[in-house]
C-alpha cells in the first residue's frame, strides 16, 4: 500500500489495527473473477484502537453507531479486476469514512436581527398600499 492513509493532521490508519479478508468479486473481469479474489473487505476495531484521540473516538462511535457491529467497522470494495486496486479502494474509503465522522460539529448559527429602521418602513409601506387599495374601492362615490 503506497503509504499511510491519513485521517486528518497527523493522525492515519495503523497498518497493525486493519484487518484484511479477500473473496471472489461479482463484476468486471471475465472468467477471470471465477479464479482470482479480488473483492476485499477491510475491517477496523474501532472500539479498541488507539490510534485515534480519545474525543475523535468518542465522536465517531456516536456517528457511526448504525454501521458498527461490535465496535468494528467494515468496508467493501470490488469496484476493480485488480486486487490490489481494491485494497487502496478499500483503505482510502475507511479513511473518509473516519475523516468524517471525527471532523468537529460545524458551529452553530446565531439568528440575525432585523434592523429597526427596516421594519419600520416595511410597515409604513404596508400601511400606504393597505390606504391605495382601500381608495379603489368605489363606496365614497355617491
Not at 484521540?53 to 453507531?65: E, F, I, N, T, Y
Not at 476493480?80 to 473516519?98: C, D, F, M, V
Request: hydrophobic share 30%; net charge positive; charged share 30%.
Amino acid at each position: 500500500m503506497p503509504g499511510p492513509h491519513v485521517i486528518r493532521g497527523s493522525v492515519s490508519l495503523p497498518e497493525a489495527e486493519l484487518m484484511w479478508r479477500f473473496s471472489r468479486s461479482s463484476g468486471p473481469g471475465g472468467q477471470h473473477v471465477n479464479t482470482s479474489d479480488s473483492q476485499v473487505e477491510l475491517r477496523f476495531d474501532l472500539a479498541s484502537t488507539e490510534a485515534l484521540p480519545a474525543v475523535w473516538k468518542a465522536r465517531a462511535l456516536d456517528r457511526l453507531s448504525a454501521r458498527l457491529v461490535d465496535g468494528v467497522i467494515s468496508v467493501r470494495a470490488s469496484d476493480h479486476r485488480s486486487q490490489w486496486r481494491n485494497r487502496e479502494t478499500a483503505a482510502t474509503r475507511l479513511a473518509s469514512l473516519l475523516a468524517e465522522a471525527t471532523a468537529p460539529p460545524p458551529k452553530q448559527r446565531r439568528p440575525t436581527r432585523i434592523p429597526r429602521g427596516i421594519n419600520e418602513r416595511r410597515l409604513r409601506e404596508k400601511k400606504q398600499r393597505s390606504e391605495r387599495k382601500r381608495g379603489r374601492s368605489g363606496r365614497d362615490w355617491g
